[in-house]
Structure formats: C-alpha cells, structure tokens
Nanobody, 117 residues
C-alpha cells in the first residue's frame, strides 16, 4: 500500500501563490506517477496535473497551464504543486493521487485551497 499526506493548503488572495505538497510513504517503489486533482463544492473532481516518477514527464489541465507547476523530489517521495496567479475559481479541495502500475490508485485526504477575490 501507499499512504499519501497532503499539506500546504490555505487562504490566499486572488493573484497570489501557494504551494501544496504530497508526501508518499509505504510501497513507494511501485509508484508510476503522481498527480493532483481538485474538487470544488457541488462539482465533480477534476484533473489538474500529473508527473511520472521516473522520467518526470508532466501534463496539465488546460485551465492551469502557465500558472501551475508540478514537480517531484524523488528522495523525499514528495510531489509539489506550485500555484501562481491564483483565481477565485481555483478554490477547491486539492487531492493527491498515486498511480501504481498494475494496481489500484491511492488518494490522499485532501487539502483546502481558498482564493479570495
């Protein structure tokens, strides 16, 4: 199993920046990729960004391209999401997901990001 713990959420004004982190523990050697999703009140959970663990390939949702950057620190088993130029519509609970090759995905408990206008 893989355990994921997010941190770094909070309240920020529009135009500001925030970095959220996700620390993985357990069978981290089996992780293929890690990513971020978000869920706003009354909406479905949506994909934000993902990074592969070995090669570091990234992909982003169109609505965050140029504003958010996903990165990883392999030695710390941690993935980061740097969020710049935040907008009120970025307000959501941000969830970390670990993709395990040939197995199920794992999710963190989520961290709240609130952007005030």
């Amino acid at each position: 199993q893989v355990q994921l713990v997010e941190s770094g959420g909070g309240l920020v004004q529009a135009g500001g920046s925030l970095r959220v982190s996700c620390a993985a523990s357990g069978r981290t050697f089996s992780v293929y990729a890690m990513g971020w999703f978000r869920q706003a009140p009354g909406k479905e959970r949506e994909f934000v960004a993902q990074i592969t663990w070995s090669g570091g390939s990234t992909n982003y949702a169109d609505f965050v391209k140029g504003r958010f950057t996903i990165s990883r620190h392999n030695a710390k088993n941690t993935v980061y999401l740097q969020m710049n130029s935040l907008k009120p519509e970025d307000t959501a609970v941000y969830y970390c997901r670990a993709v395990i090759a040939g197995s199920k995905n794992y999710w963190g408990q989520g961290t709240q990001v609130t952007v005030s206008s």
